[in-house]
T-cell receptor
Framework: DAGITQSPRHKVTETGTPVTLRCHQT?????MYWYRQDPGHGLRLIHY???????DKGEVSDGYSVSRSKTEDFLLTLESATSSQTSVYFC????????????FGSGTRLTVV | AQSVAQPEDQVNVAEGNPLTVKCTYS??????LFWYVQYPNRGLQFLLK??????LVKGSYGFEAEFNKSQTSFHLKKPSALVSDSALYFC???????????????FGTGTKLQVIP
């Protein structure tokens, strides 16, 4: 997906360990989002950012934190991974909050064992 | 609270036939509506959106969607399905009347479209 990359693409980690996922964009978009995708739930918002150092919680933020120190990077940290956080994580960006569609990254498949 | 429903987990259609993927929504104001497509092991790709104006919206890959305010629906359509259209389709809604700096987007649970050769 042009302009937005996620790393790593796949990760297996043990319960209780911290994990950081990275989202990098080259579009200079203001808004960045972290979603998780689970069967039967669609996409659920974890956290979002509306500018450098400006972040806020989404609907499923417990156990997650984020940071945005530069426009282009948005990090998602699982402070102490649990099996319930096994999921596919997507980063998305948008230039304006209101009427724009989102551009999504290719996702990170995280497995917590 | 806003919500969106995709009543069908899977839709099967023969190649060359017209296809419809259904979406209904609930918002307090006039909605912004979106369709996305997800191919295996990929992120979601934006297909089309309805903000205002003509109720029939045209998007990428020959898809279109019809906004029906009275039925609170935004069904995705294509006149002639291709095998390559097989994917997961998500409807999403945003209520621009929501207060605050961020206007939440709510996604449906997705509909798997299977086009049979």
């Amino acid at each position: 997906d042009a302009g937005i990359t996620q790393s790593p693409r796949h990760k297996v980690t043990e319960t209780g360990t911290p994990v950081t996922l990275r989202c990098h964009q080259t579009e200079n978009h203001r808004y960045m989002y972290w979603y998780r995708q689970d069967p039967g739930h669609g996409l659920r918002l974890i956290h979002y950012s509306y500018g450098v150092k400006d972040t806020d919680k989404g609907e499923v933020s417990d156990g997650y934190s984020v940071s945005r120190s530069k426009t282009e990077d948005f990090l998602l940290t699982l402070e102490s991974a649990t099996s319930s956080q096994t999921s596919v994580y997507f980063c998305a960006i948008s230039d304006r909050a209101v009427s724009d569609g989102y551009t999504f990254g290719s996702g990170t498949r995280l497995t917590v064992v | 609270a806003q919500s969106v429903a995709q009543p069908e987990d899977q839709v099967n259609v023969a190649e060359g036939n017209p296809l419809t993927v259904k979406c209904t929504y609930s918002v307090s104001g006039n909605p912004y509506l979106f369709w996305y497509v997800q191919y295996p092991n990929r992120g979601l790709q934006f297909l089309l959106k309805y903000i205002t104006g003509d109720n029939l919206v045209k998007g990428s890959y020959g898809f279109e969607a019809e906004f029906n305010k009275s039925q609170t629906s935004f069904h995705l359509k294509k006149p002639s399905a291709l095998v390559s259209d097989s994917a997961l389709y998500f409807c999403a809604v945003r209520d621009p009347m929501n207060s605050g700096g961020y206007q939440k987007v709510t996604f449906g649970t997705g509909t798997k479209l299977q086009v049979i050769p």
